[in-house]
């Protein structure tokens, strides 16, 4: 492999871990929504909505790692969570 390949690999690879990060983020963003409609509150500016989503998203991980689970998995768990506050 030579050192362009390697470098187009490790490209590829932070594009990808880029737009996963995102797309946590907006999944985040949408059960935030969700859990504030539900509670009858105004939900908040998507500047916030956002910062709320990252720092969930950091703690996602976090927890993910402590638990040696995968984020995916980590977040089936909230969902579930939530849906027993029913």
């Known amino acids: 492999m030579s050192l362009g390949d390697l470098a187009l690999f490790f490209a590829q690879e932070y594009?990808?871990?880029?737009?996963i990060?995102?797309?946590e983020e907006n999944l985040a963003?949408?059960?935030?929504?969700w859990k504030y409609r539900k509670m009858n509150l105004i939900v908040?500016?998507?500047?916030?909505?956002?910062?709320l989503a990252s720092n969930i998203v950091?703690?996602?991980?976090?927890i993910a790692r402590e638990r040696?689970?995968?984020?995916?998995?980590?977040?089936?768990?909230?969902?579930?969570?939530?849906?027993?506050?029913k």
Do not use: T, Y
């Open 68 to 85: 040696g689970q995968n984020v995916i998995s980590s977040i089936k768990e909230l969902i579930a969570d939530m849906k027993k506050d």
């Open 21 to 23: 990060r995102r797309q």
């Open 58 to 62: 950091d703690d996602g991980h976090r």
């Open 44 to 51: 908040p500016p998507v500047s916030e909505l956002q910062r």
């Open 15 to 19: 594009i990808l871990k880029g737009f």
């Open 29 to 33: 963003i949408r059960l935030l929504e």
